[in-house]
């Protein structure tokens, strides 16, 4: 019989058990606060998610809360002591989309400064996957700014393959960033047809 330690170690480090993911179908008041601060911190930290300056608390607030009504996008947060400390968003291609109905999106992720190195970010990321295999989805597709190293690293320790980049892909304090491209077959060869 398999040693459990052994299988764990295996598959990576145990996660902490004071980290959590959920699919967010409502949040409340305090989350909401939560979330806006941490991706606020994000942002400020230069890991946001495309704002390049933080927008202020109820702007943020709105954005998310639209985010909870969009049918193509599921909105994922992750909890350190249960609070909310990262976020991350499943988004499948709109029904127009036939051509690539098959492949959704792994997209404005972020986690708070103050809650990286304990494994949220990767346990977000496992969850968001987890979603799109369960809805049958075979390729899950990133992009990310050339800059962001940890999550280019947490990306390729996945599994995620590099296909491209885009030169000219982000400004970000009046220089150009490229970007890369990755993406994941999430369901076994042969299948992703």
Do not use: C
């Not at 609070?83 to 992720?109: D, K, S």
């Not at 969850?127 to 800059?147: F, M, S």
């Not at 280019?152 to 960033?177: C, K, M, N, Q």
């Amino acid at each position: 019989m398999p040693d459990p330690r052994t299988q764990a170690s295996a598959a990576g480090p145990a996660p902490d058990p004071r980290l959590s993911v959920e699919r967010a179908a409502d949040l409340g008041e305090e989350d909401l606060h939560a979330l806006a601060e941490a991706a606020t911190a994000a942002i400020l930290d230069g890991g946001g998610f495309g704002w390049l300056a933080p927008p202020g608390r109820g702007e943020l607030e709105r954005y998310f809360r639209g985010v909870l009504l969009v049918p193509e996008r599921e909105l994922y947060v992750g909890r350190m002591d249960g609070a909310i400390v990262a976020a991350a968003q499943l988004v499948r291609p709109p029904r127009n989309n036939e051509a690539q109905a098959f492949a959704a999106w792994f997209m404005h992720a972020f986690t708070a400064p103050y809650a990286r190195g304990h494994g949220v970010a990767r346990l977000v990321l496992e969850r968001v996957e987890e979603g799109a295999r369960a809805r049958g989805y075979q390729i899950l597709n990133l992009d990310v700014r050339e800059t962001q190293h940890a999550a280019i690293a947490l990306y390729e320790s996945l599994g995620f393959l590099r296909w491209g980049t885009h030169p000219a892909y982000a400004r970000v304090d009046g220089r150009t960033l490229a970007g890369h491209y990755y993406y994941k077959l999430l369901q076994p060869r042969g299948r992703a047809s």
